[in-house]
């Protein structure tokens, strides 16, 4: 794994002389926020298509932030620890895993993904604004996680785009169920997917002047990564009734898994 970019304190100073990093991440939250107009694939696929797509993409992303988790983000802060105790890594792992259950439980942050009743759903401006606040702190997980090292950047940048599109295909889906015209739902679920682009900014900012926060952000991510995968989007393969699909499903899994692990091989090697 790369070393970390080389951090000089003081403001403008520390954009000049680490441009390239902060280029990589504005490069990489306006790609993720692109990805919001892959919801705009329920208007030209069958239900049934979908349907029968969705359950791969949703196994593929669990097994790819769950590989971003282990095979790289944790691995990154235990080796910048900089003599620390690992306990201390994992203390800040356990409080990325809470601050999500916390934000889901009681702000109502929670992505169905695979529901087909939007009734079910928040009302669409929870769901923008939710979204908002989710693609913010990707934009921050993106900068603390370039700032760390190129590998670990472009894991968290790959397994954040896998997740973004089962999601952004659900949310996209309420807002049209919910009666909005097709041209003002892709408008705001942009606009609410631009926020990744404001949390790389300010992150890139916020770690270049604290340089020690990015040892808590990189477990803090894998403890967001991990919950996400094993409370949002596995017990949603979990529902799959058909036992060929769940296997397949399973494959996808292992698929998002490998991905990541081969990734961060080759960008460390």
Known sequence: MNSAPRLSRGGFCYIIFN???F???ILSTILISAVSFTGALILFLKEKTLNNVFLFLVAFSAGALM????FDLLPGALEKSGGRSSSEIFLFLIFGFAAFFILEQFIGWHHHHASSHPEDKPLPYMILFSDGLHNFIDGV???GAFISGFPSG???VLAIILHEIPQEIGDFSVLIYSGWKKARALFWNFLSACFSILGGVLGFWFFGEMEK???FLLP???GAFIYISASDLIPQIKEEKNLRRSLVGFLF???GLSLIRALTGVLAS
Do not use: E, R, S
């Not at 590989?67 to 282990?70: E, L, T």
């Open 19 to 21: 441009m390239d990093v």
């Open 23 to 25: 280029l990589w991440i």
């Open 67 to 70: 590989g971003a988790a282990f």
């Open 141 to 143: 997980i993106i900068a």
């Open 154 to 156: 472009l894991a968290a």
């Open 213 to 215: 926060g990015i040892l």
């Open 220 to 222: 803090f991510a894998a």
């Open 253 to 255: 899994f292992l698929g």
